[in-house]
């Protein structure tokens, strides 16, 4: 996302004066970006229907926290980045962020760190969305019931489903990101070595 785009953010805080304190972190550190404040799971839903950019996100509501907020935000836009903005992290919290399953944590006592997280988190997104680009890119063409992958008979270069022959470390690396050595097996040595010793 370039720097100067606006970017949405939506926000589960229902302390008003955290609130102000969050805008005014990423105000100073010069993000152009709109924040909608929410304090209720509907108002939550609503602005998921417009796709922000980032989630933040305190502890939350009695009736609606942040663990039940990132359960609906990973159905309704698993891409969008979320980030827990609160000096009370719960265990529960905790597994989420040692498993992956947030962007970031943020204390709110080091709110320094807020926009460098925003920027972190949306860089990791768009990698992510370009990696889903390149492998929907070369998705091989065949009948998901049939178990024929098109490759070529002479360069061994797989058909994509654009029509596009692609080297297969190029495929295999997209889809299975696995990374090829280059070497010569025995049998292929001689055709490219002479052979060495007496005659």
């Not at 302390?15 to 709109?34: C, I, P, T, W, Y």
Request: charged share 25%.
């Amino acid at each position: 996302m370039p720097v100067n785009k606006e970017i949405r953010i939506l926000y589960l805080e229902d302390v008003a004066a955290d609130a102000a304190m969050v805008n005014h972190e990423l105000q100073k550190s010069g993000l152009v970006f709109r924040c909608e404040r929410v304090e209720t799971r509907e108002a939550f839903l609503h602005e998921l229907e417009q796709l922000p950019d980032v989630i933040l996100s305190d502890h939350g509501v009695p009736s609606f926290d942040s663990l039940a907020a990132l359960g609906v935000a990973r159905k309704k836009c698993p891409d969008v980045p979320f980030i827990f903005v609160t000096d009370a992290l719960s265990p529960e919290m905790e597994i989420e962020k040692s498993s992956g399953g947030v962007t970031d944590y943020v204390r709110k006592s080091q709110l320094n760190y807020l926009p460098v997280a925003v920027l972190h988190a949306l860089h990791e997104a768009a990698e992510r969305r370009n990696e889903k680009h390149r492998l929907k890119e070369i998705r091989p063409t065949r009948n998901l019931e049939s178990p024929l992958l098109p490759i070529c008979s002479s360069c061994k270069k797989i058909r994509s489903a654009q029509n596009r022959w692609i080297a297969p470390e190029v495929f295999f690396h997209a889809l299975l990101q696995v990374s090829f050595t280059h070497g010569l097996c025995p049998e292929c040595t001689p055709k490219f070595f002479r052979e060495t010793g007496s005659k």
